[in-house]
């Protein structure tokens, strides 16, 4: 799945930090999952048991339908054509009463064909992103499905809060967090993947709930904008500045490379500050 924030250009750097063993490994702001997805593809995954959470409940809807029912998930895609009609026609239907299917179905199909393949939402929480220009989107990718269907299978997927999954957390256990990024600019917030906001206190709520984390000795990382904000939220912990290329300005000339800070519970939080990985 293409996310906003996607992680897969960040997967180098994230693996090399995450822990080879581990009993559950949490992933509490799950989006595209690029981590989970790497790690549980392997032939032996380094976790017992996994936990994803997500606010976004057409995505939490999407990924427990690929993994218990996969093949309507299929049948249900076949169904889709790249035309402009058809997408607005999708795109403008609620949701509510449809099954995971249909909303997981409904979901690949926006994903795949909307403009730069973005997950936005306007106020009341509905999707707003137009059609977009593309010689042949693959709509249907019958084996990507199956493949991500079998890495889902020791997750649970919950729909809620990043807390619904922290919670039963203990020594052993592994959570990576990767949150809506604190602005690099006031002008340039990009925190609209659901319909509320990621402000300020939802910034500090996740840095107490890190504080938790290491005082019950789960190993969490988490990853960041680059910034004087983002350095002074996670001052006492150790951190990590890698260069990212991003990929969410839609215009190519424009996605420069820029820089993330990489958190984590364990290390020397002083020493390491500020340290290029
Ligand atoms: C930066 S994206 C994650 C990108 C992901 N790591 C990837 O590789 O695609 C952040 C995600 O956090 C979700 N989110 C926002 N607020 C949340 C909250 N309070 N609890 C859980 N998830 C939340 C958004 O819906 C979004 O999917």
Redesign the pocket.
Known sequence: MK?????SRLLAELRKHAPAKMGTYAE????????YFALASREKRPFERALL????GE?VACYNAVKTRVDDVIEALRKYKYDRDMFYDIRDRDTRGMSDVERGARLIYLNKTCFNGLWRVNASGKFNVPFGRYKSPRILDEDALRAASAALEPAEIVHG??TEVTKGLGRGDFAYF????VPVSKTASFTS??SDR?DGA?QERLVAELHRLRARGVKAMLSNAYNEETQDLYREFATYVVDAPRSINSDPRKRQSISELIVTTWGKPVAERGKRA
């Open positions: 996310w906003a924030g996607g992680k509490p702001f799950c989006g595209g999952a690029a981590l959470a997500d606010k976004n995505l809060d990043f990767d949150p809506p990024y993947y659901a990621f939802e």
